[in-house]
């Protein structure tokens, strides 16, 4: 457990398109997490097959990659205790017919493919800093204290 675990969350393109970024950042926010990076981009096709380079050989892969690449994303890097296992909690299960309504997917989605927000896998170790450094620059990712500003009560 750390209290500043990083974690990699992107809102994917159908999120996007309909105006749900908001949505998932007043999410994260409100949890008590803390953003240190963030940015909108359309995802170059190669960062994105390196992104999903784990799912290569499965069958979804080319759709997975067309998708991802088909409109503006999000990436961000959002920071706290337990944030990779927070997030993912938060997130709710891959297929939108599994996830519990109050979770981001059991609220906002229907389709496996179009499940409004990607999220770093808490059970694969390395994930976040492989995400994170496929996606940010060191220098893009910010320092700062969360709650000690002289203007907050
Ligand atoms: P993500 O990586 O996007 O956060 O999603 P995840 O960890 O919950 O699920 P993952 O197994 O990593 O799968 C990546 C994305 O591929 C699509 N998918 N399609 N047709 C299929 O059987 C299938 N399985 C997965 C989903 O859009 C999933 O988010
Ligand atoms: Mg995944």
Do not use: C
């Amino acid at each position: 457990m750390s209290d500043h675990e990083r974690t990699f969350v992107m809102v994917k393109p159908d999120a996007f398109a309909r105006g749900l970024v908001g949505e998932v950042v007043s999410r994260l926010e409100d949890r008590g997490l803390k953003l240190v990076g963030i940015k909108v981009e359309n995802m170059p096709r190669e960062r994105a097959e390196e992104h999903y380079g784990e799912h290569e050989d499965k069958p979804f892969y080319d759709d997975l990659v067309d998708f991802i690449t088909s409109g503006p994303v999000v990436p961000m890097v959002w920071e706290g205790q337990d944030a990779t296992r927070q997030v993912r909690q938060m997130i709710g299960e891959t297929d939108p017919l599994e996830a519990q309504p109050g979770t981001i997917r059991g609220d906002y989605a229907l389709d496996l493919g179009r499940n409004v927000v990607h999220a770093a896998d808490h059970e694969d170790e390395g994930a976040n800093e492989r995400e994170i450094a496929i996606h940010f620059d060191d220098d893009e990712l910010i320092d700062y204290d969360q709650h000690d500003a002289e203007w907050l009560y």
